[in-house]
């Protein structure tokens, strides 16, 4: 079926085409036309028959000259072959179609989009870019050649590209505009905090909070930027209301607690902070911060008690590891605590994943702002939230 689905539909297509241009042409010189035309016809479906596509293409093209009334004919031709993964046949057709001086503006958009979608599905991403270029110059709100340069921008790290890009998107009002405009200024604030200018960061963290002012992304590196300026109290605030608005993302929380709390030397206070925020969502990971927290001040009773806890409310790979090395250092605990570990250790394996996609269902240990699967922004929410 692989092999004779497209020589069907292509011949369907033809036959179609063939029955209406001879039906409009009989009166001139019936005879004649017919054997011509069917005659190269049926060649160039012998060609596709013999799996000879290459000069299929020649012959049809030749035989089906691009006019108001082909042109589909000529795009359903292509799209076909490119999605039986027959790319080079595809960008042979399209390209056929754009080098034709009598399209009209629309045509030519047509014509140049599925060349463009050609190119990207044959990897080709700088002339896919030239073209969707060229879309955006011929109609500055063509929204999927607008969406089709941001992805390629995104692919590339070009994030004042994507940035220009996405505001079209914003502007016209798409589901996503905002979001991927955010998006954009985050990325570029981190670049420029990567090199140091703190006073350009923080003007893209501005302009991305202006857009959403609930941009969790924004208002987490907004604090490491008040933080490194020195000012706490802003910083502080911005934790407050984080910690308000969206308590259940407390793990990527916790490098800015830690900073704040400590930053005056506060540890008794950051352990109080995070006891309450561990019985509010028994986060393995503030668990691991917990006990990270009293083997620094050495509190090891303090340790061993709640590590028992730990362990059966909010087992994890990480706390285990925690716990066999914490054993190795003080073996006098081994008796006492290796019989409660290795129990709950067996159940492990399942709680590897601590975020999902809420998009694809793509999960991770980690979180991220940008699937890696399906590349949706700001989908991944923790498991247990």
Same mark, same amino acid.
């Given at each position: 079926?692989d ?11 033809l036959?179609?085409w063939?029955?209406?241009?001879? @039906?409009s ?17 049926i060649q160039?479906?012998?060609?596709l ?10 012959? !049809? ?5 691009v ?8 795009l /359903?031709?292509?799209? $076909?072959f490119? %999605? ?7 960008i &042979?057709i399209?390209?056929?179609?754009v ?8 045509? *030519? ?6 060349? /463009?979608? #050609?190119y990207?599905?044959?990897? $080709?991403?700088?002339?896919?870019e030239?073209?969707? &270029?060229e $879309?955006?110059q011929?109609?500055?709100k063509?929204i999927s050649a607008?969406?089709?340069?941001f992805?390629?921008? %995104?692919?590339?790290?070009?994030w004042?590209? +994507? ?10 009002n798409e ?8 998006h ?9 905090l990567?090199?140091g200018?703190l *006073?350009?960061?923080?003007?893209y ?5 202006q857009?959403?002012?609930r941009c969790?992304?924004a208002?987490?590196a907004?604090? #490491? ?5 020195g000012q706490?109290?802003r910083? &502080?605030k911005i934790?407050?209301?984080l910690?308000?608005?969206?308590p259940?993302f ?9 900073q704040?709390?400590?930053?005056n030397? =506060?540890?008794?206070?950051?352990e109080? !902070?995070?006891?309450?925020?561990y019985?509010?969502?028994s986060?393995s ?5 917990i006990?990270?927290?009293y +083997?620094?001040?050495?509190k090891?009773?303090?340790l ?6 730990a362990?059966?409310? @909010?087992? @994890?790979?990480e706390l285990?590891?925690?716990? !066999?090395k914490?054993?190795?250092?003080r073996?006098? =605990? ?14 492990t394996?399942? &709680? ?11 999960g %991770?240990?980690n ?5 890696p699967?399906?590349n949706?922004?700001s989908?991944?929410r923790?498991?247990?939230?």
């Amino acid at each position: 079926m692989d092999i004779w689905f497209p020589a069907i539909i292509i011949a369907s297509l033809l036959l179609g085409w063939l029955i209406g241009r001879l @039906s409009s042409s009989t009166r001139q010189s019936p005879q004649n036309n017919f054997n011509d035309c069917a005659e190269s016809y049926i060649q160039g479906l012998n060609y596709l028959l013999a799996n000879k596509s290459d000069k299929a293409i020649e012959l !049809f093209v030749d035989l089906i000259k691009v006019d108001n009334e082909t042109m589909e004919t000529h795009l /359903a031709l292509g799209n $076909l072959f490119r %999605s039986k993964g027959e790319v080079d046949h595809a960008i &042979k057709i399209h390209q056929n179609l754009v080098a034709r001086p009598n399209l009209d503006q629309s045509q *030519r958009v047509m014509a140049l989009t599925e060349l /463009a979608e #050609d190119y990207l599905k044959a990897g $080709l991403l700088d002339r896919a870019e030239n073209l969707f &270029k060229e $879309l955006v110059q011929i109609n500055p709100k063509n929204i999927s050649a607008q969406r089709k340069l941001f992805e390629l921008y %995104s692919l590339e790290k070009a994030w004042p590209l +994507a940035r220009t890009a996405a505001q079209v998107l914003a502007d016209e009002n798409e589901p996503d505009g905002k979001l991927i405009l955010t998006h954009c200024y985050c990325e570029m604030a981190e670049n420029a905090l990567a090199s140091g200018n703190l *006073r350009e960061a923080k003007e893209y963290l501005d302009k991305a909070v202006q857009i959403d002012n609930r941009c969790l992304r924004a208002l987490l590196a907004l604090i #490491d930027v008040h933080f490194k300026t020195g000012q706490y109290q802003r910083a &502080k605030k911005i934790f407050n209301q984080l910690l308000n608005s969206s308590p259940q993302f407390i793990d990527i929380y916790l490098k800015p607690a830690r900073q704040l709390f400590l930053h005056n030397g =506060s540890a008794d206070k950051y352990e109080e !902070f995070l006891l309450t925020q561990y019985h509010k969502s028994s986060s393995s990971t503030v668990a691991l911060e917990i006990l990270q927290s009293y +083997a620094n001040a050495e509190k090891h009773e303090q340790l061993r008690d709640f590590l028992r806890e730990a362990v059966k409310s @909010s087992p @994890s790979m990480e706390l285990f590891d925690f716990a !066999f090395k914490y054993l190795q250092s003080r073996p006098e =605990s081994l008796s006492d605590l290796w019989p409660e570990i290795s129990i709950h250790f067996q159940d492990t394996n399942n &709680k590897r994943i601590a975020y999902n996609c809420s998009v694809c269902g793509y999960g %991770s240990q980690n979180m991220h702002w940008n699937c890696p699967s399906c590349n949706s922004w700001s989908s991944f929410r923790p498991v247990n939230s």
